[in-house]
Nanobody, 123 residues
């Protein structure tokens, strides 16, 4: 399974971006998907996850209320709508497909990763 993330870019604080992630294999529609991010010099951290059918989501405290994860109709696409962006949101954002169907918050629960897309928020 290959995951292709897109939508990153440079935005001013308070602005919005929408990230997209498309999987090459529609079978990921049976799996949870998630977004993680990694800032320079930092460990990769969990951002948001969505279960296999889109009925359950979970967010890190740092993005709750500002970011929204969703799945496309075909279920092999996942989106991350990011609003009210802050400079501390600057990072490379990675999408991933989990081994299981339920929401997953740790990297070890994911076995397929995209290449990452850079989000830069200026102050």
């Amino acid at each position: 399974v290959q995951l292709q993330a897109s939508g990153g870019g440079l935005v001013q604080a308070g602005g919005s971006l929408r990230l997209s992630c498309a999987a090459s294999d529609r079978t990921v529609g049976n799996n949870a998907m998630g977004w993680f991010r990694q800032a320079p010099g930092q460990q990769r951290e969990f951002v948001a996850t969505i279960n296999w059918n889109g009925g359950s989501t979970y967010y890190s405290d740092s993005v709750k209320g500002r970011f929204t994860i969703s799945r496309g109709y075909a279920k092999n696409t996942v989106y991350l709508q990011m609003n009210s962006l802050r400079p501390e949101d600057t990072a490379v954002y990675y999408c991933a497909a989990a081994r299981g169907a339920g929401t997953s918050t740790t990297t070890k629960e994911y076995n397929h990763w995209g290449q990452g897309t850079l989000v830069t928020v200026s102050s």
